[in-house]
């Protein structure tokens, strides 16, 4: 695995995109705010107009977005990154987002021949900046350890939680249990 389409440069996902660059993986980037990604650009990143063509011909695809409903448009709308990714490639949803979403996108992602992780993350930005990220994540126990040197490069604790939707289940209950 060397080429990584990365969509989501704010806070967290900036941070995240630059680590997976340091670890030597070839990195294309999206985000709707394109002055977000002037930095990673400046630093070698690929920049696309849209998730579609962000995803065109990488061996992975990792989002962090804003909302469930920008993690749907990004992987299923008419730009979306499933209908641009080759079969036997990769995806990681790092955003929190719903159980149900997920489980949607894997059973989507799965008559395409694309491995899809939800991979939540717990840390915050500083986690983000620091490689320190808790990431918890649901899918196919093969495609989590195919994606694990990809995780490691930006997080610590690398956790696999079950079938599709466990990510985001354990991430819900991380809230729950924090509030």
């Given amino acids: 695995m060397k080429r990584i389409g990365f969509i989501g440069l704010g806070i967290m996902g900036a941070a995240m995109a630059s680590h997976l660059m340091n670890a030597g993986y070839e990195l294309t980037v999206y985000n709707r705010t394109k002055a977000k990604a002037d930095a990673l650009v400046a ?9 579609a063509a962000c995803a ?4 992975a695809v990792i989002t962090i977005v804003g909302y469930p409903k920008d993690v749907e448009e990004v992987y299923l709308g008419a730009e979306g990154i499933l209908h641009s990714l080759d ?23 799965k008559k395409r021949g694309i ?4 991979a939540p993350v ?3 930005d500083m986690g983000a900046r620091n490689a320190t990220l808790n990431i918890l994540v649901g899918g196919d126990e093969d495609a989590f350890l195919a994606m694990q040197p990809v995780f490691a490069a930006m997080g610590k604790n690398i956790i696999y939680e079950g079938p599709a939707g466990a990510g985001q289940k ?3 209950a991380n809230q729950i249990a924090i509030a």
């Fill in 170 to 172: 354990t991430k819900a």
């Fill in 43 to 51: 630093a070698g990143a690929h920049y696309c107009d849209s998730p």
């Fill in 115 to 118: 491995h899809a992780l939800d």
């Fill in 87 to 109: 079969a036997g490639a990769y995806t990681a949803d790092m955003t929190t987002s719903s159980p149900a979403l997920a489980e949607r996108i894997y059973a989507e992602a």
């Fill in 56 to 59: 065109h011909g990488q061996d």
């Fill in 122 to 124: 717990t840390g915050g």
